[in-house]
């Protein structure tokens, strides 16, 4: 079994920052790509950002591209999400995920276990 837990989420202006974290639990995390995914009201959900087992390839959704930084440290069994020059269409529900494989993946199928989701919203 894993849990992941996200948190850094918030309320921030167009053109902010925020940092998410995901704290993960069990001891498989390090043998496993990580994703983030996100989830806009109304809106079906979609992938954010992928790293692999051991942070050595990552991969960005277009939308995304060159504003948000995927990372982790599986000592910390910790998985990041950098998110810079925020625009309000970043609003979303944001959860971390955990891959059923070693490399990166963006189908939601591709990913067994989920995050409960941290709010971010982000005001024009």
């Known amino acids: 079994q894993v849990q992941l837990v996200e948190s850094g989420g918030g309320l921030v202006q167009a053109g902010g920052s925020l940092r998410l974290s995901c704290a993960a639990s069990?001891?498989?995390?390090?043998?496993?790509?990580m994703g983030w995914f996100r989830q806009a009201p109304g809106k079906e959900r979609e992938f954010v950002a992928a790293?692999?087992?051991?942070?050595?390839?990552?991969y960005y959704a277009d939308s995304v591209q060159g504003r948000f930084i995927i990372s982790r440290d599986n000592a910390k069994n910790t998985v990041w999400l950098q998110m810079n020059s925020l625009k309000p269409e970043d609003t979303a529900v944001y959860y971390c995920?955990?891959?059923?494989?070693?490399?990166?993946?963006?189908?939601?199928?591709?990913?067994?276990?989920w995050g409960q989701g941290t709010q971010v919203t982000v005001s024009s």
């Open positions: 995920a955990k891959s059923q494989s070693m490399g990166v993946l963006t189908a939601l199928t591709a990913y067994d276990y």
């Open positions: 790293i692999s087992w051991n942070g050595g390839r990552t």
């Open positions: 069990g001891r498989t995390f390090s043998n496993y790509a």
